[in-house]
């Protein structure tokens, strides 16, 4: 269908196409053992050294991808996986399960937050954040602050010159940016490319990011994330396309407001973000960040 794509293999328009079986022949004929980060490597390897790439920075963004299924409430994902170990168990003993209470509908059940703490109770099910029997593997992230998606995230570094792309990692929704920087960076430099400079949005404006970067002598061309100055990082994670943080434990930071007041060192001003007080409560590192945030506070102050 695409005449550029047929003059490269060597074909005429009016030629018969390869069978589409051979798509598959060659995945598990040819390529055997090889993995997609082995082909990229070596057609990337094989354009530096035909002078195709000559650029030495990279950019690093991530791509969203709706996953191929619906996502189910948690209150109807618990219908579903009850029907699903009953009917297990019938199929496996041959026998009628007796004295079951009768499953409510699922838009009846009132607390949703009650519902959503039973699925992600390890021992109700192992995956936390799954919403559907279908794609296990999907979880909800964010494309911005009032709009969440379900499905994975696509990282890839590419040439900025030429537009090459030269690693790609795929995770879940919920994936971090930046996670898989320093592997990315390594299987750029198996392909012979001198990295000089690196190009992302705010969202790689961490410490452990700069620090990969500056360990290739490389320079990072990043705007600076003011929200990620004097945050422990290991305890806390921001995501820019929500403006949200989120604490070692799972809870998410649901409002912020600006602030400006005057202190010893002079005009201070930013935006303070707050985490959901009964859902802080019930944490068990509760006394624990309290003291930590406190001190902070005091510090800066």
């Not at 935006?271 to 902070?296: L, S």
């Amino acid at each position: 269908m695409n005449i550029a794509h047929l003059y490269f293999l060597g074909l005429n328009p009016e030629d018969s196409l390869p069978d589409k079986s051979l798509l598959s022949k060659f995945r598990t004929q040819r390529l055997e053992e090889t993995t997609l980060d082995e082909i990229i490597t070596e057609i990337v390897r094989q354009c530096v050294q035909k002078g195709i790439i000559e650029s030495t920075s990279i950019s690093i963004d991530t791509t969203h991808i709706e996953a191929n299924t619906i996502k189910k409430t948690p209150e109807r994902l618990m219908k579903h996986l009850a029907r699903k170990i009953i009917k297990t168990y019938e199929d496996e003993t041959k026998e009628s399960l007796e004295g079951l209470p009768v499953v409510p509908e699922y838009k009846e059940i009132e607390d949703h937050k009650e519902a959503k703490k039973i699925l992600e109770d390890p021992k109700f099910i192992n995956q936390k954040g799954t919403r559907s029997l279908i794609d296990e593997d999907a979880r909800v992230g964010r494309k911005s602050k009032h709009q969440s998606f379900y499905g994975y995230k696509t990282e890839f570094a590419m040439t900025t010159d030429e537009r090459i792309i030269t690693s790609v990692r795929t995770a879940s929704g919920d994936y971090m940016d930046g996670s898989f920087l320093k592997e990315m960076l390594d299987q750029t430099k198996d392909t012979g490319i001198q990295v000089r400079e690196l190009y992302g949005d705010k969202a790689y404006f961490r410490k452990n990011i700069l620090v990969e970067v500056e360990k290739v002598n490389a320079k990072a061309y990043i705007p600076i994330s003011a929200s990620a100055y004097k945050i422990d990082e290991t305890e806390y994670t921001y995501n820019k396309d929500s403006d949200q943080w989120e604490c070692s434990q799972g809870n998410t930071t649901v409002k912020k407001k600006y602030f400006k007041r005057n202190n010893k060192s002079g005009v201070r001003e930013g935006y303070k973000y707050y985490f959901e007080i009964k859902q802080c409560r019930e944490c068990p590192k509760h006394d624990e960040c309290a003291k930590k945030m406190q001190e902070e506070y005091c510090k800066w102050d």
